[in-house]
Each structure stands twice: as C-alpha cells, then as structure tokens.
C-alpha cells in the first residue's frame, strides 16, 4: 500500500492535534522508512521481478525487522513512547502505536501472502496488488477520506498553510500514479536510494504545510 499509509497519518492529525503531520507520516511510513535502510546494507532482500503482482514488480525476499507484525509492535512501543514523553498524554502514545503497527494490516489486504508475523515465522496477505483497479480504488478512496479528516481538523495560518497543504496532497497522489505506471527500477540500489530520497522529502513538505496550518 502507498497513499493508504498516508490516508491514516492525515487523519490521526483529528486526534492528536499537536503533533506535526511529519510525525504522524513517519509513524504510518516507519516500515517503509526503515525498509530501504536495511535493504541498503544487506539486512533485508528485495528482489525486482517484473510481473510478480499487477502492481508492482517488487518480491519482498526477508523483512523481518521492518515488516513483521511482531516487530512493528515493538517499534511501535519505543516510538509512542518518545513521541508521548514530552507531552505526557497517553493518547499519543495510543496513536503512534496504532499508527505504526497500522503499517501491517494495511500492507497485509494488499501484499501477496509475504507479510511475517515474526521473524522467520509464518507469512500471510490477501492480494489486493493483484489487482491494479481494485488497489487505485482502496487507496483513492482511503486517501480522499483521510484528506478530508485533516482538511477540516486544521486551517491554514497563511497562504503557505493553504498552498504547501495543496502541494503536498499533489505531490502524494502523482506519485502514487507515477509509481503504479512506471517502469520497474533499474536495480535495488536505485530502489532504496529513491526510497530513502522520497522519504526524507515528504517529511519534509509535511513538516513545512503543517507548521502553517492550525487546529480548528
């Protein structure tokens, strides 16, 4: 899943109004942000098989540290807490921790059977990816939900706040449609290397739209 994890970050923004929307990304993303890294020094094997779903040419080889649901809920303890400390609400922790462990259910409707439950331990996934208008419709639809939630959670301080908001959104459903009609990567170093990339960038942007944007 894609836009689908960025749906949940948008929308948790309701619930716990004063932390960044990069926050609440990099929470719903942590797999996906960790993933490459591992990838990029041989802790983690992916493979480029063209055809292997309808949606992606990717075959997740081993993730056991990134993608298994085991692992997730511990990140999901380590994170909640520090994001929670400060401000000492256990609503926060609550949201980050469902928030990354979200990352499993989601990728287990839409991968193939592949997600782990532990490392070394039984995978499982329904599919979804097998179908290229089934997966637009799930995501687009979670994703229009999601906008919508955050849309009328906050309003923006300045015409940053409206525009950069605008921006962001833009940039996200491009590049789920880029990513859907695209030819496969040349190789795994270039995979992760974007991925990483494109990471650090769409945190960024939402760290910016947010920090103009207040709670409504």
Aim: net charge positive.
């Amino acid at each position: 899943m894609f836009i689908g994890h960025f749906a949940l970050g948008y929308a948790a923004k309701r619930w716990v109004p004063q932390l960044s929307l990069a926050t609440l990304f990099a929470a719903a993303l942590f797999a996906d942000l960790l993933w490459p890294v591992l990838v990029a020094t041989g802790i983690e094997h992916v493979r480029i098989v063209p055809g292997a779903t309808a949606s992606t040419p990717l075959e997740f080889i081993s993730y056991p540290y990134s993608h298994a649901l085991t692992s997730l809920i511990l990140w999901g303890v380590v994170s909640g807490w520090l994001v929670a400390r400060p401000y000492h609400r256990a609503r926060i922790f609550i949201v980050i921790l469902a928030l990354v462990v979200s990352h499993w259910l989601l990728d287990f409707i839409t991968h193939i059977p592949d997600m782990p439950l532990y490392p070394g331990g039984p995978r499982y996934g329904l599919g979804l990816w097998n179908s290229v208008i089934g997966t637009a419709l799930v995501e687009s639809v979670m994703f229009a939900a999601g906008v919508a939630i955050y849309a009328r959670a906050t309003r923006p301080r300045d015409g940053v706040g409206r525009w950069a908001f605008a921006g962001l959104t833009t940039f996200l459903l491009v590049g789920f449609i880029v990513n859907a009609s695209a030819s496969p990567p040349p190789s795994v170093r270039a995979l992760w290397m974007m991925a990483i990339v494109l990471g650090a960038l769409t945190l960024a942007l939402a760290w910016w739209a947010d920090s103009h944007r207040a709670s409504a």
